[in-house]
């Protein structure tokens, strides 16, 4: 080479010296020069696939960046990772490979970097687990790195209404208990989700996008436009460009998430009445860090933030609509401003996040968020329940809620499926409250969330008649009063393993309280009868993942993280 590699990049081992002659005869062969090959090699990971509309616009977005990343200096090597799309995967048992899909793409992000020697990374993703699993593997590996969100689908319209997924899944509901009918179903079911990207309201994904803004790992704006936009383009190309020079100040993943940076991220899932997922999500980010930062620790930000953006499923605007009214840069300036956020947090712009919202000013001719001195709700749209039948911690999402405490009995079910035919038979009351258990990380393997069930629920009137209790997971579509991520899970032997038909519940959303009626002699007694379950998979990626996988406290992990990693990065 006439042209020698810097000695201090990664990339040197694969491209550096005469001993190295064999490799780079693989990047001629894919067309790269001496020029090219002497540069920083800069990985470019999309989710792009065609499982469905959140990752259809990937490949496009990943090309531009490509170009920034080249008119920066560097040479951009794109790969693609997998996805497992919760709305396809729902209400079956291929859910069940939904959270265990987080893992694998983390991994296969950290492989592929590791194994080809990246110098740094832009990470595009647009479906519910390929946003954290990006960040997860952005601070694992903890070279120079840009995220980016694929962005959000635009809404349907239906009957001069805007529509997005979640009614459709609510439509069921309403066609199986005869208040709409199959031809009404179906004209939804073709209008609802009109374009490429992710589910509109402020579900998993739009949820984490927020995140990845308030954490520092994404330019400034870029979590809001739709997949479809221009502006999209533009943030894509910036996010190539953004990396390069993160790569020359050697300002690293590590350096700009710290539990400051965490506490943001929580601040923003309570403000905007985000989906549940989140808080498992930002325990294993913050694995990835070294943190210690679990359910209760978000509880402790949820509680001192302030619910201020009207979006779906709680509220009355979509994704899109957030975007026209200025994004998550108006809910990070009011947060800000009301002393909410941390303004010293670093971010991917090499500036603070203060420094970021200082040329922002947070509008006022929109009403989709609300300033934090008046909020829609004192607190988070999102809120952490403990008591005896949740020792470890359960989540429930209140935004949009009007009642917020409930006690009914017990209808006990050992699978979602049965739970779902008892839906579906109408075998239930009000008053009752479903407790839908062995579907916890452990034991279903894989924490099946439930948005088929509960929007039947809905959709047949009964939304606000009952309550759901699951050691699994709702969507971040779901409303109505559904707790989930009990903790432990029944298949260690956690409470909710022990209730019975019957059994008295009551759930204190306001005072953070969920009991089941039983003595602690009655407790201890049942439990001494109670025995393990022999796992369903007994082999393949599912039974490691549930060999492997922690609470859902703590993230539902399936490795130490950055505590004791020895690797010299």
Known sequence: MSQQPNDDLSSRHVKAGPERAPHRAFYYAMGLTEQDIAKPFVGVVSSWNESAPCNTALKGHAEVAKRGVSAAGGTPREFVTITVTDGIAMGHSGMKSSLVSRETIADSVELSVRGHCYDALVAIAGCDKTLPAMMMAMLRLNVPSVFMYGGSILPGNFKGKDVTVQDVYEAVGKYQSGQIDLAEL????????????????????????????????????????????????????????????????????????TRKALENAAAVVAATGGSTNGLLHLPAIANEAGIDFDVFDIEAVLKRTPYIADLKPGGRYVASDMHRAGGVQQVLKTLLEGGHLHGDAMTVTGRTMAENLESVTFRTDQDVIRPASNPLAPTGGVLVLKGNLAPDGAVVKVAGMTNTSFRGTALCFDREEDAFAAVNDRA??????????????????????????????????????????????????????????????????????????????????????????????????????????????????????????????????????????????
């Open 186 to 257: 179906t004209a939804l079911e073709k209008i609802a989700c009109p374009s490429a990207g992710a589910c509109g309201g402020q579900f998993t994904a739009n949820t984490m996008a927020c995140v990845s803004e308030a954490i520092g790992l994404a330019l400034p704006g870029s979590s809001s436009p739709p997949a479809v936009i221009a502006e999209r383009e533009a943030f894509a190309f910036q996010s190539g460009e953004a990396v390069m020079r993160l790569f020359r100040d050697n300002l690293r993943p590590r350096d700009i998430v």
């Open 428 to 569: 239930y009351k009000a008053g009752d409250v479903f407790v839908i258990r062995y579907e916890g990380p452990k034991g279903g393997p894989g924490m099946r969330e439930m948005l088929v069930l509960t929007a039947a629920i809905y959709g047949q009137g009964m939304g606000q008649k009952v309550a759901l209790i699951t050691d699994g997971r709702f969507s971040g579509a779901t409303r109505g009063f559904c707790i989930g991520h009990v903790s432990p899970e029944a298949a260690v032997g956690g409470p909710i393993a022990l209730v019975s038909n019957g059994d008295v519940i009551e759930i204190d959303a306001d005072n953070g309280s969920i009991t089941v009626e039983l003595s602690d002699q009655e407790l201890a007694k049942r439990r001494a009868g109670w025995k393990p379950r022999l796992a369903q998979y007994r082999s393949g990626a599912i039974w490691r993942y549930g060999e492997t996988v922690s609470s859902a406290r703590y993230g539902a992990v399936t490795h130490p993280g950055a505590v004791r990693q020895k690797v010299a990065e």
